[in-house]
């Protein structure tokens, strides 16, 4: 089996087959970064560019050490230094580094959909490594492969997604991979931070984080923030932290063996309150290791390569 | 003078549609002199009459489209009052009313007579051009010399392409624009409610992660300038309707007699949000395509009498700024020659509306609107912009055979039927055999 398309670009586009496809691949691949030499030579002679159009720190070294894990070559542009600085189009960077014979673009853009677009223009295969608030399908993976790794399964789990859903970029690709793998999904935060349409894809909206995280077998939060996208939507961080952040006495409110996931960047004492965030920052740095291994296994997969 | 525009033409042997004098039957149509001199059954040609066959089409007044952005002065490069009008004429219209935000503004006499004169030079199309309310179309202060205007040639005023924010302005325009009995037509949009949108919000703004438009950023400013229309008069038309919402106020309004109509377009008709799931940005347009309730219930205000007006919104942009991503992308489409035939092929063929509610709102409508004497009829004495129009054939969409410079089409690659065979503007002929006459 291989996936079907050149590109990565969502959860949206992804079959269940394929989905499971990446988290088996990623398991293999896994190992590779517990060996003294972490390199297997299988993208010899490929070269990956990332094309970053927006600031990332982690996701923009997970992709280059998984494809320098993997011998491919590998280069970097950000828009600050290359000819976009110059008002040049996406399209036009992305066929320049098309005609250098680079195999894999990896694409980062603060603007929905612009992967999707460019994807129709290259010829090349395009990875979304974010697009503003629309998705961000490799973290959403990573979030199956940890949840699947605790928990020996996913169908059936009940998660609750907590944070800004308006401006995370990992929420929506999260809340459909966890739908289209089968668990039950639960977005918990005040109205004006839930997009509207969000209940076309299957999953709960509470408003009330006790009533959000009741029974949960895991919870997801993204870091909250008041930033120029969201903020006429809340108060202030203080009332936000009074009714949601996730505290111990919330907490105990989930099932016993709660698994607590954070995407990064953790506001403390406003969507996780300390005590919780000593835990979740285990879980923080294994998804950050399991992060290179599942961006790996999409190279390969996208390379062409099956699972043996 | 050319030719034709001397010498009489007979229009013989088609099904003629005048909603406006209730003609809807066989007859003929005698041309002469730019105007239309007889209509009727078996005329027979005298002379060096032209006769031309019209066997198996309809016969219609030219049709006149309300709302067209011909992008000249300025931006030539999406498209010329030349192209635009020769566009039109292929869509089978021969009048377009030309917007005001074009670089410069309409909004002094000099560009009016600039568009006019070009018009009368290079154009295959009556232009008539629309004023803007405020002066330099900025939606809020000075209105522009409306007096002026009128007195240049424009039969509207429009600040289309952005809203008047303060409900002050648009009352003093609204009761200054009575004094010179030029209607005043709305750009509806509530910025604090669409800034940063790009598409309806809901279930299409959700599975794109693009910010959403709702359909109160149009609903809140009609119902405001409903009211300010009941208190300070004037004529108020509402631009580009997509939502039931604005529909069932305009509906209301009308209820309550007050001087007050209403257009859609073709995409609103035709399409709704999930066209644009893919990213596509030449389906990007403002207001965005709506939800498939919103749809039905402007096909339904189609038939019943709720719209008075099918505009294309024609608004062409080069190919290279639709393929910036989707949220920077320009709103627009390209609409002139494709409305007749997906009105033709998805209102009239599915038995929603006749042909004559078709010109009626396509052309009779339209000139009552603006007060376009002896236009959108065929009745004698009119003048002579006549469309000759073929139901039978099916072609594909296809943007390279466009006459206008904007390819932003979201029909590109669908099955329509119709054709436009003959276009006369002014009695002179633009359209033959469905060819244009280039000159």
Redesign the interface.
Known sequence: MALHSKDLLGIQELSTDEIQLILDTAANLRNIAERPIKKVPTLRGRTVANLFYEPSTRTRISFELAAKRLSADFINITAATSSAATGETLTDTAKAVQAMQVEFLVVRHSMAGAPHQLAREVEISVVNAGDGPHEHPTQALVDLFTILDVKGYIEGLKVAITGDHITSPAGRSSALALIKMGAEVTLVGPSPLIPPGAESIGVHVEHSMEEGIADADVILLSRVEINPDNELRIPSLREYARFFCLTETRLALAKPDCLVLHWGSMNRGVEIAPDVARVAEDYIAQQITDGIAVRMAVLYLLSGGDRS | MTDNETRDTLIAGGHVVDPLVGYDGPGDILLSGGFVSVVGEGLSPKGDTEVVDATGCYVFPGLIDMHVHLRQPGREDKETIRTGTMAAAAGGFTSVVAKANTFLVMDNPAVVEFVLSTAEREGYANVWPVGSITEGLKGFGRLSEVGGLKRAGVVALSDDGVPVVNSDVMARALEYSADFDVPVITHSEDYGLSGGGSID??????????A?I?PEAEEIPVARDIELQRAYGGKLHVAHVSAIGTLERVRRAKEDGLDITCETAPHYLTLTADRVA??D?SAKMNPPLRKEEDRQALVAGVADGTVDCIVTDHAPHTV?EK??????APFGVVGLETSVFLIYTYLVKTGVVSVSRMVELMSANPARRLGLEGRGTLAPGSRADVTVFDPRPEFLVASDEFKSRGKNSPYVGEKLSGKVVHVWVNGRRVVRGGEIIEE
């Not at chain 2, 919000?201 to 693009?210: D, K, R």
């Not at chain 2, 393929?323 to 920077?328: G, I, M, V, Y």
């Open positions: 919000e809901g279930t299409a703004s959700f599975s794109t992660g693009l959403g709702p893919g990213f940005t290279w393929a910036e991503p989707f949220e920077t």
